[in-house]
């Protein structure tokens, strides 16, 4: 696969992030009402589309267990197929709980406390120390971190093929002192103007507004873009629907949530060009 420049998004390709956001996920809603889903149910939501940002996908959980709570019977993979028939993300969420006139739509709202399940999320993610840097305020509770549970994927020598062969660039939905970790970790050194987090753009993926940024940049007519979700593939077909000048192509990694020949058959179906069990697979793939 020939290319110019790869773009890398950070969660489930470089440093692999089930026992850190994926975990503050399911314990921020456990923690603030007492119950939750089983963290193998999150796929269903980002499959849904629109979860790029984990405290978005916490307070979508956090609707649907209210809503079980108010009497809902459905299971998480219908309910998350009924977010992506609403368009995906967190207001397609809320759109499919107003929509069930069965449950009361007024104790749900009641006991919606989006702020609160963001602070218990940074807190679980973060630890303390980091929660009082990033967030210049005190924790909620004292903790170590989620943080430092993110095995690396991305190999030296994966880092050392790639940026003597390629542009490379990062498009991740952290926030920005979050994606500076993770790249710290795996000692991949990226340029301010050649990354977009959280704190770069409002769109979040799948919008191609970032990767076509970042393809602009680098002047390259030609763009890889890795992720490990099924929004950041369509991320690089919208970027090819947006930017015509340039050839845009996908590819998806098994080492996030998705995983195996189901993962590789959704990863297939949402245009990827390519799927690869590693990051480190990259180099052998591309020209």
Do not use: C
């Amino acid at each position: 696969m020939q290319t110019d420049a790869v773009v890398l998004d950070v969660d489930g390709v470089l440093v692999d992030v089930a026992d850190s956001y994926r975990r503050a996920v399911v314990e921020s809603v456990d923690r603030v009402y007492g119950r939750t889903v089983p963290v193998e149910e999150l796929q269903a939501f980002k499959d849904a589309g629109g979860f790029n940002n984990d405290w978005e996908l916490t307070y979508a959980v956090a609707l649907y267990v209210l809503a079980q709570r108010e009497g809902l019977k459905m299971p998480t993979e219908e309910f998350a197929a009924h977010i992506a028939d609403h368009g995906g993300g967190l207001d397609a969420a809320q759109s499919v709980v107003a929509d069930m006139p069965s449950i009361s739509q007024a104790r749900v709202r009641d006991k919606w406390k989006t702020d609160h399940l963001r602070d218990v999320f940074q807190a679980l993610y973060l630890g303390s120390d980091l929660y009082r840097e990033f967030e210049d305020d005190e924790p909620p509770f004292e903790t170590e971190g989620y943080i430092h549970d993110e095995p690396v994927i991305l190999t030296e020598e994966t880092v050392t093929n790639l940026t003597s062969r390629f542009d490379v660039g990062v498009l991740t939905g952290r926030p920005s002192a979050e994606a500076d970790i993770a790249l710290d970790r795996v000692g991949l050194d990226v340029a301010d103007e050649h990354r977009f987090t959280m704190d770069d753009w409002e769109e979040g993926k799948p919008h191609p507004k970032a990767l076509v940024t970042l393809a602009e940049r680098f002047e390259a007519e030609t763009v890889t873009f890795v992720g490990d979700t099924l929004d950041d593939v369509r991320t690089a077909v919208n970027a090819a629907e947006a930017d015509a000048s340039r050839t845009y192509r996908g590819v998806g990694v098994l080492t996030g949530g998705l995983t195996g020949e189901e993962g590789r058959r959704k990863y297939e179906s949402a245009g990827a060009a390519a799927v690869v069990d590693s990051v480190n697979d990259l180099p052998a793939l591309l020209e």
